[in-house]
């Protein structure tokens, strides 16, 4: 295989190497990693908090910022979605009855606490 060849196989230009080594650069420089360990536990914790007190979230799981719930029922997911996304919180479903949470590797704990005001309110807003 020449080496031009081989460069360009599996998105291997030189670009796409240049950004990629930038990006875990910044990542590492702004403690990114260190931030989505720190803010997943965070939400989890309130995620659990909110579990406490609202038995349609029957679990709550993740590693870091990528994080899921699941609902109860599997109506809610698709009702869940639309909810949160006209109170401005995008959120993504999975699987049957879960949602999936993945924020940026920048979020700040005021930014955590207005996700988790917005899925409460949605919470609330469930019918029984």
Not at 13 to 22: E, F, P, T, V, W
Not at 58 to 69: E, H, N, S
């Amino acid at each position: 295989m020449a080496q031009e060849e081989l460069l360009a196989w599996g998105g291997g230009q030189r670009i796409d190497l240049s950004i990629g080594l930038k990006t875990i650069e910044v990542i590492e420089r702004e403690k990114l990693l260190k931030n989505a360990e720190k803010m997943g536990n965070y939400i989890k914790k309130r995620l659990r908090e909110l579990q406490k007190k609202y038995p349609k979230i029957v679990d709550v799981r993740g590693l870091g910022l990528m994080i899921a719930f699941e609902l109860d029922k599997e109506k809610y997911k698709h009702i869940f979605e639309k909810e949160a996304f006209k109170k401005g919180l995008m959120l993504l479903g999975c699987g049957e009855k879960s949602i999936r949470i993945v924020p940026p590797l920048i979020i700040n704990r005021d930014e955590a606490d207005e996700g988790i005001e917005v899925i409460e309110d949605v919470l609330k807003s469930l019918k029984k």
